[in-house]
């Protein structure tokens, strides 16, 4: 069965970087995107971009343009997600999804950003 | 940016009512697609494409709409369909969520 399995919460100081992963399962990898969304209590669900599996392509939501980093690798079936210079902004769930359709998701990484 | 808004924010609906859930778009959209997400859970496809149902969505459930309005309605409220629902449009980059709706029963 296809499925999207995340990486174990963070807890990041202010300015520091952090890297999740988003490993796929149960399907060919390379014949979807992956999209992260950013879930906080404030702000609601957003997107932050997507990454062309196949080719390692990129596009953000203008909102996330230098501090999310998508990358991918396609020996592990695996998506990841830098954030970068963290501030108590960045603090949220982060999840993977499987694109066109959202039809899967990962269970979401919850980053806490703190001194 | 097309800003969805939801609406209501949050209500309670007893078992048996009818619930209908709104979304109104800022610009127009082809389509709009629905989210359900319970407490501590990720968000789970509902509806799609505006009317088709997910795999295993109770047909209790329907969709409509167009242009930039567009609503999910429950035929008729039970207790499991309590959760926070949240739309979504990809007509256009980049992609926007609507901020939910909590529906809660009675």
């Known amino acids: 069965q296809v499925q999207l399995q995340q990486s174990g919460a963070e807890l990041a100081k202010p300015g520091s970087s952090v890297k999740i992963s988003c490993k796929a399962s149960?399907?060919?990898?390379?014949?979807?995107?992956i999209s992260w969304i950013k879930q906080t209590t404030g702000q609601g669900l957003e997107y932050i971009g997507y990454?062309?599996?196949?080719?390692?392509?990129?596009n953000y939501n203008e909102k996330f343009k230098g501090k999310a980093t998508l990358t991918v690798d396609k020996s592990s079936s695996t998506a990841f997600m830098q954030l970068s210079s963290l501030t108590p902004d960045d603090s949220a769930v982060y999840y993977c999804?499987?694109?066109?359709?959202?039809?899967?998701w990962g269970q979401g990484v919850m980053v806490t950003v703190s001194s | 940016e097309i800003v969805l808004t939801q609406s209501p924010t949050t209500m309670a609906a007893s078992p048996g009512e009818k619930v209908t859930i709104t979304c109104r778009a800022s610009s127009s959209v082809s389509y709009m697609h629905w989210f359900q997400q319970k407490s501590g859970t990720s968000p789970k496809p509902w509806i799609y494409d505006t009317s088709k149902l997910a795999s295993g969505v109770p047909d209790r459930f329907s969709g409509s709409g167009s242009g930039t309005s567009y609503s999910l309605t429950i035929s008729s409220m039970e207790a499991e369909d309590a959760a926070t629902y949240y739309c979504l449009q990809r007509s256009s980059y980049p992609f926007t969520f609507g901020s939910g709706t909590k529906l809660e029963i009675k």
């Open positions: 990454i062309n599996t196949g080719s390692g392509g990129t």
């Open positions: 149960g399907y060919t990898f390379t014949s979807y995107y």
């Open positions: 999804a499987r694109r066109p359709y959202f039809d899967y």
